[in-house]
């Protein structure tokens, strides 16, 4: 890095070299597509719940039980509940809203969406929580954002890196 300053010489800025700013470019491009891995995550709820709502067949279920999950900064309700399809009994498990969790009681019926050929893919669209769109999509997006801003600031940063050796002496005895 090369240390350079302003015309009133009360502030040295850090000019990194294109070599410096490669490094940098890379250390946070990995930690953005690791973040965009995590965010995909989100979509991919949101688009398995919408391939249900589209292609699924409604059937009657039942609650087994409705339990409340500690987590770190918040928890949450999860219904437990099964399903009959083609004498087969199906099992499920799905985030619920409080309101809907405080006022179930164990073998309430409930509608189940399911997939025909695939009746482990199943979701109950009536106990309150949906994937919104805006929300899978947003951070990706973000990520996105942030990718490119990256990419043009490694563009953009200063070739500095070829500095002739007397140059750099010469910086050394002014300072």
């Keep these: 890095m ?27 491009g990995v930690l953005l597509l690791f973040y965009m891995a995590i965010c995909s995550i989100g979509f991919r709820a949101y688009s398995r719940q919408h391939f249900i709502d589209t ?7 039942s609650v087994t039980s409705v339990v409340y999950r500690h987590g770190n900064k918040s928890g949450g309700y999860i219904v437990n509940y099964n399903f009959d399809c083609n004498g087969v009994t199906y099992q499920g498990s799905s985030a619920a809203t409080a309101a809907w969790a405080q006022t179930a009681t164990q073998s309430v019926p409930i509608r189940v969406k399911y997939i025909p050929d695939n009746p482990a893919l199943n979701w109950p669209p009536d106990i309150g ?14 990520g996105l954002a942030l990718f490119g801003f990256l990419i043009i600031a490694v563009l953009r940063a200063p070739i500095t890196q070829n500095i002739s050796k007397d140059k750099t002496n010469y910086e050394d005895e002014a300072a």
């Design 129 to 142: 929580v949906t994937n919104s769109l805006l929300l899978a999509t947003l951070p990706l997006l973000i």
């Design 55 to 61: 292609h699924g067949v409604v059937t009657q279920g």
């Design 2 to 28: 090369k240390l350079s300053f302003d015309n009133n010489k009360r502030a040295a800025l850090v000019v990194p070299s294109r070599t410096e700013a490669r490094k940098i470019a890379v250390f946070f």
